[in-house]
């Protein structure tokens, strides 16, 4: 017959098991694509995070960096977290507009996504990524970095006529109203055909144009910028839905932390800028009515284009996007 000390200790051992089986199963391991390459800023700035992420979070969550355009290409990594192919990935909207034309509306916002939290857009926009894209938007990583013009051909004023210009989504119709003709490329082959002369310039936020040296081949800069670059963590709804209380409130936690270190953003323009310039990058200044008139066309085609896309979200998005 069994003793009563036999069966307690026999009791402790299942019960540490049972422990142990519970906090095995309480690690989840996220996989995590980039849709920018892996030296761009964005992606440098990224890896101490999820490298902090690990450290803090063993027992509880980890996030596995798979890689950049190379794993799965810039175009396709919505897709991917769409379907659950990974289950997170550092993207802009502009490059899964295959997945929601609303994905790129996000350049449109002009208050700061601490804001964006508060004011209930970040839920607005969470119900469209819910619903039309299978995803969580989980932050946005990226604040304060303008789009600009770069361009080889000198301009006196904000018209693009003759000129082949390299786009994405973010672009297309401000150029087009430009008159320019748009060329879509993933930031990869930006170099390739700038070299050999496809196109005459390309759209890209201020900061950014080093890390694949385009500056080489780059002459002129159009101020001012425009819109406000977004790039963001997003990540499979399942997947998001899969995780435990501790693990999302550790990784809301993480990701919060992420976005308060946005201030980044606005030190770099800055510094882009001045290295821009000691690179030879002339910029092509407008007076201060065409200037403004340039912005206002900005985003009257902007909201345009998305009113047209997609009437009823447009319409929610603008009133939640528009500055205090
Ligand atoms: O590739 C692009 O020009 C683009 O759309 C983009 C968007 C956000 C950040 C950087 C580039």
């Not at 790129?104 to 804001?115: C, G, H, R, S």
């Not at 990540?235 to 992420?258: D, G, I, V």
């Not at 085609?301 to 896309?309: L, N, R």
């Amino acid at each position: 017959m069994m003793n009563g000390r036999f069966l307690k200790s026999a009791a402790a051992l299942l019960i540490a098991a049972g422990f142990a089986a519970a906090a095995g199963a309480q690690e989840v391991t996220l996989r995590l694509v980039s849709a920018f390459a892996e030296n761009a800023i964005y992606v440098q700035r990224l890896q101490p995070w999820i490298q902090k992420v690990n450290a803090e979070g063993k027992g509880t969550l980890q996030i596995n960096f798979i890689g950049g355009p190379k794993a799965i290409p810039t175009f396709e990594v919505g897709n991917a977290v769409k379907t659950g192919v990974v289950d997170m990935a550092m993207s802009t909207g502009a490059f899964y507009t295959n997945v929601m034309p609303e994905a790129d509306f996000l350049k449109l916002t002009q208050l700061p996504v601490a804001e964006q939290r508060k004011n209930g857009a970040f839920d607005a926009i969470n119900k469209v990524w819910n619903e039309k894209g299978n995803m969580q938007y989980l932050a946005r990583i990226v604040e304060n970095q303008p789009f600009h013009v770069y361009t080889n051909k000198k301009v006196d004023k904000p018209d693009l006529t003759g000129q082949k210009i390299r786009i994405t989504p973010v672009y297309r119709d401000f150029f087009q109203a430009l008159g320019a003709n748009v060329i879509t490329t993933p930031p990869g082959e930006v170099y390739t055909a700038l070299e050999r002369g496809v196109v005459d310039g390309y759209g890209w936020p201020i900061g950014g144009i080093f890390d694949l040296n385009w500056h080489e081949k780059t002459k002129f800069r159009i101020d001012p910028g425009f819109y406000d670059a977004e790039v963001s963590l997003i990540m499979n709804l399942a997947a998001f839905r899969k995780l435990t209380p501790p693990q999302s409130a550790y990784l809301q936690k993480q990701l919060l932390a992420l976005e308060a270190e946005n201030t980044f953003w606005a030190k770099y323009t800055a510094d882009e800028m001045a290295r821009q310039q000691k690179a030879g990058i002339q910029t092509i200044k407008f007076d201060v009515a065409t200037t403004k008139a340039f912005l206002d066309k900005a985003y009257q085609v902007g909201w345009a284009s998305a009113e047209k896309q997609s009437p009823e979200i447009a319409g929610r998005f603008k009133k939640l996007f528009a500055p205090k």
